[in-house]
């Protein structure tokens, strides 16, 4: 079974297309998007003064490190679900090793920070999560969804391109 990215377990919360894509090699992250340039500006400058890019494994990269505190950095808390699956991911993969941390998701444009436990539950819906992703990764593209937040998605024009819409679910 191969190992799934702290991004790619964000982008199953968010999208299963942009999941299968990025997954694929398929990343418009790159192609300078608004968005994205903000995120790298603001990960390189928030929180500066802790340990900064944490690797777990090759497929993890945690943003900042404090002790016994794991700290991912976002610009809004729009995508506050899809942050805390992450975050539980983080945290699922450390226990695997015998590593509890607690974890921190700030939200710098709103000055908010929530704190995230990994609990029994949590790891029920990473471990779910994980067996629903390995699914659609094998699968073939998943159909194009329109969602809220596509108008601003780095995916949004290759989405656009001529699919049939399917409604949300």
């Not at 805390?84 to 991911?89: F, I, P, V």
């Not at 000055?111 to 699968?139: C, F, P, S, W, Y």
């Not at 969602?147 to 949004?156: P, S």
């Amino acid at each position: 079974m191969e190992n799934v990215r702290g991004v790619e377990m964000h982008y199953y919360a968010v999208c299963k297309r942009k999941l299968w894509l990025f997954h694929k090699g398929i990343r418009f992250e790159n192609d300078g998007h608004d968005r994205v340039i903000e995120g790298k500006i603001l990960h390189e400058q928030a929180y500066s003064k802790l340990q900064k890019d944490i690797g777990t494994e090759e497929f993890v990269k945690i943003d900042r490190q404090d002790g016994d505190v794991l700290r991912e950095i976002k610009l809004t808390s729009k995508m506050q679900k899809a942050d805390r699956l992450q975050m539980l991911y983080y945290l699922y993969i450390l226990k695997q090793k015998g590593i509890c941390k607690t974890g921190l998701l700030s939200y710098t444009k709103e000055k908010k920070t929530i704190e995230v436990h990994l609990d029994t539950q949590g790891e029920q819906d990473v471990r779910m999560a994980l067996a629903n992703i390995h699914g659609i990764l094998q699968g073939n593209i998943p159909a194009f969804q329109k969602r809220t937040y596509c108008g601003k998605c780095a995916y949004k024009d290759f989405c656009f391109s001529g699919e049939v819409e399917q409604d949300e679910s």
